[in-house]
């Protein structure tokens, strides 16, 4: 299929991306940072262009639903979220530092889509569980809070690298300069995780939803259903610990980092490890 070419090039471009963003951060050209992030921009459009054109391919096979059904379109929508709420914060914070620790992600993933043994890039009809407008609200809000969560952890390595600097008493400079102050990475920790939770909130209660729809039953304690109950305790944590304990800083960065291994077990434990209604197939 043709989208599966355009994805597997994708996989490339964006692996092209991170390196010149890490080189970017590396040498504190602003050449090399315009060329990345033009070079993003080029690769989410294309990005967006495949998705589009399964979904067309879809209803060429007589199928025709939305690319969002099994681990391998869940994994390259995933990266595409990741890539468009990336270049949206670089648009809005006139920023690329963070893209080094943000396009690896979106890397990560669709090179997994298309590399790992076992995810198949078949297009396959839906179950009938499936066959229902709440797969849409569910997932992409999922995934929407997914991709900033990533972002989140992102910013919060970079909190932590900054950190450590600072204790070390070493000075900033070099690469040290081009990041953001502790109280600015601490900041858009928190607003990444705003962003994040209330799209999780919204993506549990449509899942809660679409089970009572699919299977009669609002929860039914799935291995899915708990872990993301799980994973929304922590950032519900997160919030709680920052407004009523005053958490700031290396606390909520780790906390952040911490939930987003949450949303990864969720992610691919529950599906791996884990068998229940939601294991992909």
């Not at 396959?124 to 407008?133: E, F, H, T």
């Not at 990533?150 to 990041?179: H, N, P, T």
């Given at each position: 299929?043709?989208s ?11 692996l092209?991306c991170?390196v010149?963003?890490?080189n970017y951060?590396?040498?504190?050209s602003a050449r090399l940072g315009k ?7 080029l690769t989410l459009l294309i990005?967006?262009?495949a998705i ?5 391919e879809?209803?060429q096979?007589?199928i025709?639903h ?14 595409w979220c ?5 270049l949206l914060w ?8 963070i ?5 690896p992600f979106?890397f990560?993933?669709?090179a997994?889509?298309?590399l790992a043994?076992?995810?198949s890039?078949?297009i396959d009809p ?7 407008n709440?797969l849409h609200a569910h997932?992409i ?11 989140s952890?992102?910013v ?8 450590r ?5 070493e000075?900033?400079?070099?690469v040290?300069?081009?990041f953001?102050s502790?109280d ?5 920790v928190?607003?990444?995780?705003v962003?994040g939770?209330?799209l999780?909130t ?5 899942g809660a939803?679409?089970?009572n ?5 609002y929860?039914?304690?799935?291995p899915k259903e708990?872990?993301?109950l799980i994973t929304w305790?922590?950032?519900a944590?997160?919030f709680h610990?920052?407004?009523?304990r ?7 960065a780790i906390?952040s980092i911490?939930?987003?291994?949450a949303?990864i077990?969720t992610?691919?434990g529950?599906?791996?490890?884990l068998?229940g209604?939601?294991?992909y197939?």
């Amino acid at each position: 299929m043709i989208s599966t070419k355009m994805i597997s090039s994708v996989t490339f471009l964006y692996l092209f991306c991170t390196v010149l963003y890490f080189n970017y951060l590396a040498f504190r050209s602003a050449r090399l940072g315009k060329i990345a992030t033009g070079i993003a921009w080029l690769t989410l459009l294309i990005h967006t262009a495949a998705i589009l054109l399964r979904w067309v391919e879809s209803y060429q096979l007589g199928i025709g639903h939305a690319p969002l059904s099994n681990m391998y379109e869940s994994l390259v929508f995933f990266s595409w979220c990741i890539a468009l709420l990336y270049l949206l914060w670089e648009w809005r914070l006139k920023s690329r530092v963070i893209g080094p620790f943000a396009i690896p992600f979106a890397f990560l993933f669709i090179a997994y889509a298309s590399l790992a043994p076992g995810v198949s890039d078949r297009i396959d009809p839906l179950i009938p569980a499936l066959q229902s407008n709440w797969l849409h609200a569910h997932v992409i809000t999922c995934f929407l809070s997914y991709a900033s969560f990533a972002l989140s952890c992102g910013v919060s390595i970079m909190y932590l690298m900054k950190l450590r600097q600072k204790e070390k008493g070493e000075k900033e400079s070099g690469v040290w300069a081009l990041f953001p102050s502790l109280d600015s990475l601490d900041a858009l920790v928190y607003k990444t995780i705003v962003v994040g939770f209330p799209l999780l909130t919204i993506g549990v209660v449509t899942g809660a939803a679409w089970a009572n729809y699919a299977w009669g039953s609002y929860w039914s304690w799935d291995p899915k259903e708990t872990w993301s109950l799980i994973t929304w305790f922590v950032y519900a944590i997160f919030f709680h610990a920052r407004f009523t304990r005053e958490w700031r800083g290396k606390r909520t960065a780790i906390l952040s980092i911490v939930g987003f291994i949450a949303v990864i077990f969720t992610y691919f434990g529950v599906n791996y490890v884990l068998s229940g209604l939601h294991s992909y197939a």
